[in-house]
């Protein structure tokens, strides 16, 4: 239902190729013990959840009721910060993000460059 090559440059084959190509790509990963298939049985948010879900789980990283919809983040306005002696060690870096251009008004896709100077 969602398939489409309207706003995909890169793709040109039509739903019969991309199924047979989905199939081979399958098939070359049987057996390895990171492979994990996430099928098109939800919406495309439902989906992009899943795989990230699938992803942390694979890195051990705990991600809560992080990705249900009733989650909330929590963000806390400090007035004024501690001198910096009272941290422990630390280097300052510096994060960029570049926002892409995304298919859905719910979908939100960047990039992140983090450095240091």
Request: include cysteine; charge should be neutral.
């Amino acid at each position: 239902d969602f398939y489409s090559t309207e706003d995909h440059a890169c793709r040109s084959e039509g739903v019969d190729l991309a199924r047979e190509l989905d199939y081979k790509s399958a098939a070359a990963w049987v057996g390895h013990p990171y492979f994990d298939v996430i099928d098109n049985s939800t919406n495309f948010e439902s989906k992009m959840n899943r795989m990230i879900e699938s992803v942390c789980q694979k890195l051990g990283i705990d991600i809560g009721d992080r990705l249900q919809a009733t989650s909330r983040k929590l963000k806390y306005l400090v007035a004024l910060l501690p001198p910096d002696s009272e941290f422990p060690p630390f280097q300052d870096f510096d994060v960029v993000h570049h926002y892409l251009q995304s298919a859905g008004p719910k979908v939100q896709a960047r990039l992140r460059k983090r450095g240091q100077k």
